[in-house]
């Protein structure tokens, strides 16, 4: 079955600091993955998506992602935080040639100053 | 980018009585829409993909008579909860599929039952 798992589900940077932000799927197909971001008692939206093309996916605000079969990651990344990135973020799965999502669980993510 | 609205934002309603919730894809035409439930600091979860012209396919587990889904026209998708309980409060949302792989989110509906 296909599963999404995000490690950590809270992550405190400082400001200027790196982002890193876990995701590792599981699907026996290849995958479409998605890092979606969520602000308080908002709708989400797309940060980046992976659907075969170049493994590393380049996304809005800033932030990139790398796919890597071999470990069958996903990772969020962006190379100095802003306060402004303070969210919710969700790694999220799509397979085979339905736009069904499976979503992980979620990290929030923090920013200090 | 396209834009998915929501109506209500939020809503109150009484137990037993019935809430109606609107999905609308503002900028482009969604042949295939979805709905999620999302409870407090929890993930989303698939509660049913919406169709337009044909009956809605539900995740397991997803009561098909409580939560009603009618996709009337290529903008619009409307979810019924019906006869709600307090169980039933939470954070809804939907989204529009625009192309393959591309969804787009409403802002969503908080709704409490009392």
């Known amino acids: 079955a296909q599963s999404v798992t995000q490690l950590g589900s809270h992550v405190s940077v400082s400001e200027g600091a790196l982002v890193l932000l876990r995701c590792n799927y599981s699907?026996?197909?290849?995958?479409?993955l998605f890092w979606y971001v969520q602000y308080p008692n908002q709708g989400l939206q797309l940060l980046l998506k992976?659907?075969?093309?170049?493994?590393l996916v380049k996304g809005i605000n800033g932030f990139e992602a790398e796919f890597k079969k071999s470990e069958t990651s996903f990772h969020l990344t962006k190379p100095s935080a802003h306060m402004s990135d303070a969210a919710e973020y969700f790694c999220a799965v799509s397979f085979g040639n339905t736009d069904k999502l499976i979503f992980g669980t979620g990290t929030r993510l923090q920013v200090f100053p | 980018g396209a834009v998915v609205s929501q109506h209500p934002s939020r809503v109150i309603c009484k137990s037993g009585t019935s809430v109606k919730i609107e999905c609308r894809s503002l900028?482009?035409?969604?042949?295939?829409m979805f709905w999620y439930r999302q409870f407090p600091k929890q993930s989303l979860m698939l509660m049913a993909t919406?169709?337009?012209?044909?009956?809605?396919?539900?995740e397991q587990g997803v009561e098909k008579d409580k939560f009603l889904i009618n996709h009337a026209s290529l903008t619009l998708s409307t979810l019924t909860v019906t006869s709600a309980h307090p169980e039933d409060s939470s954070f809804y949302i939907c989204?529009?599929?625009?192309?393959?792989?591309?969804?787009?989110f409403g802002p969503g509906t908080r709704l409490t039952v009392t």
């Open positions: 919406s169709n337009e012209g044909s009956k809605a396919t539900y």
């Open positions: 992976y659907t075969s093309a170049a493994t």
């Open positions: 900028d482009f035409q969604a042949t295939t």
């Open positions: 989204s529009a599929r625009a192309s393959m792989y591309e969804q787009y």
């Open positions: 699907s026996s197909v290849p995958p479409y």
